[in-house]
């Protein structure tokens, strides 16, 4: 197992380089870089990346006028001084060959060194732990939601295969993952929101504004446990509730019929057969024999669900109740090309991602000693 283990570590290494190359070629050599940002800026025509250039050269770049323009062949470049260009290009690094630059990024990843946005004010490891606890939030929620309602739902189809329970449930599962989470959810602002009919839950943030400040942690100074449970819990959930209504409409599809046809599959087995001539109770039958068999599926793919949950960003669902979150983190970044931000989540999602489904072969390992990942035949 060690000898399975250090090559699938050592496979991450060329699949991260593969992952970067073809991300950096495909976004970097996309037209309206970020030095067309800040000219756009200058020209009037962007959303403040000007005023985050380093040093008084927008300034200076605004107010210059030369009389043949500029030959740098960046849109938006005539009429701003030619050394104005040159220093924006080497504020953002672009002075450089793209190979180089991109060896420089990949060496700096490989410390954990990403740098700094370009039109924010802040790390980029800082922006991604500002914006986590509202993915956290969505994904924990969801992720555990959805095995509570999947696994017992799944298990009663099972039992119950073919019968009016089991017709009228599958109808409602496949119904409920065809509708898509952004339409439930502006139907649910529409009835519980403000809209047209009820205002019964807020619309932004995870709290309340006055409540902005109040920390549920043990270690802090002020940490109060009745303002805590009696205030700040009930309002974070009043805020996550029509959120994650919208978000599990379509979570729990998937694991339910997983879970059915695993059961279906396992109580159809002769050993099934052979435990009820015994003399066996269905009950000891279905959790004494066929839970461990059917449920190495789902629960082998417990780690990767509950470990994806908090790097869990839904841009939809956040932009429709304001929810300032790592989905909305990323989309913006990409908008506005700020490099560091997209590169930096992608190679720390990518590196998660391979790690996960490592911890996920493992643990089809443990619940199940008779797989054996270093003998399969290649």
Sequence with gaps: MGAYILRRLLLMIPTLIGIMAISFVVIQFAPGGPVEQVLAELQGQGGGAAERVSGSGADFGAQ????????SGYRGAQG??????????KQFGFDKPPLERFGKMLWDYLRFDFGDSYFRSVSVIDLILEKMPVSISLGLWITLLSYLISIPLGIQKALKDGSAFDVWTSGVVIVAYAIPGFLFAVLLIVLFAGGSFYDLFPLRGLLSDNLHGDWCAPWDNSFSFPRCFGRVV???????????????????????LLTKNSFLDE?????????????????????????????????????GAFISAFFTGSLL???????????????????????????????????IGLLTSLISDLTYTWIDPRIDFERREV
């Design 80 to 89: 701003l001084d030619p050394e104005f260009i040159k220093r924006l290009e």
């Design 267 to 303: 109580i159809r087995k002769q050993y099934v057969t052979t435990a009820r001539a015994k003399g066996l109770t269905e009950r000891r039958v279905l959790y004494g024999h066929v839970f461990r068999n059917a449920m190495l599926i789902i629960v082998a793919g417990f780690p």
């Design 64 to 71: 210059q006028s030369t009389q043949g323009g500029s030959n």
């Design 234 to 256: 009930p309002d974070y959930f009043w805020h996550l509730t029509l959120p994650l209504i919208a978000l599990s409409l379509s979570a729990f599809a998937t694991t339910t």
């Design 317 to 351: 669902i956040e932009t429709i109740f304001s929810l300032d979150g790592l989905g909305l983190l990323g989309f913006e970044s990409i908008y506005k090309r700020d490099y560091p931000v997209v590169f930096a989540t992608l190679y720390i999602f990518s590196l």
